[in-house]
């Protein structure tokens, strides 16, 4: 089942897609009828929980899932912007493919 996210601009859903051969976040920003304005897919491994949706209030949306590596189960945090692009960079200082990587055993 898609988790939802609502803000008072802009409503989001997220889902687990297969795409490519390879399992993707599905992250969908729906106009004010339920149409959906942009899709944006992002490749994680799923784990047992949803992503969690945190609106902005300019249109985007905060994404933070579980994200199962070979060797442990990490937490990644990507933004999306109020046109579904990513907002943060894709590599350098703590930015790994446009998110932040939480790798709890590593601490």
Known sequence: MPRAGVSTQSQFTSQWAYVNNAYQIRVQKLS?????DWT???PMLPDVHWPYLLPDQRGG??????????????????KLSTNGNFS??????????????????NL
């Open 40 to 42: 944006t897919d992002y």
């Open 32 to 36: 004010a009828t339920g149409l959906i």
């Open 88 to 105: 943060w960079p894709s590599g350098g200082g703590a930015f790994v493919n446009h998110s932040l990587l939480f790798d709890p055993q």
């Open 61 to 78: 949306v905060a994404v933070l899932s579980p994200d199962r590596s070979p060797f442990s189960l990490n937490y990644r945090l990507f």
